[in-house]
């Protein structure tokens, strides 16, 4: 693991969107506030996000994970 500079990343809490906009110029709008989507802020915490090569694709895996939810 490679040692991460707290200064460098953005809060994810700080992102403003407009939600009037198309969700693709959104995702343009994140992509450019956030800077580094793999490595960011919440509040106090380092959030890195990392994918299994194989791992499928994450609206799958989200879709899994919540009807895994509603059938507990």
Same mark, same amino acid.
């Given at each position: 693991m490679t040692?991460?500079?707290?200064?460098?990343?953005?809060?994810i809490q700080t992102i403003?969107?407009?939600k009037n906009l198309p969700a693709a110029q #959104?995702?343009?709008q994140y992509l450019s506030q956030i800077k580094n989507p793999h490595c960011f802020l919440c509040g106090d915490s380092v959030v890195r996000l990392k994918f299994?090569?194989?791992g499928?694709?994450?609206?799958? #895996?989200l879709r899994n994970f919540f009807i895994s939810c509603k059938q507990a």
């Open positions: 040692e991460i500079d707290r200064s460098q990343l953005v809060d403003k969107l407009d #959104r995702a343009e299994h090569e194989e499928g694709e994450l609206k799958d #895996r």
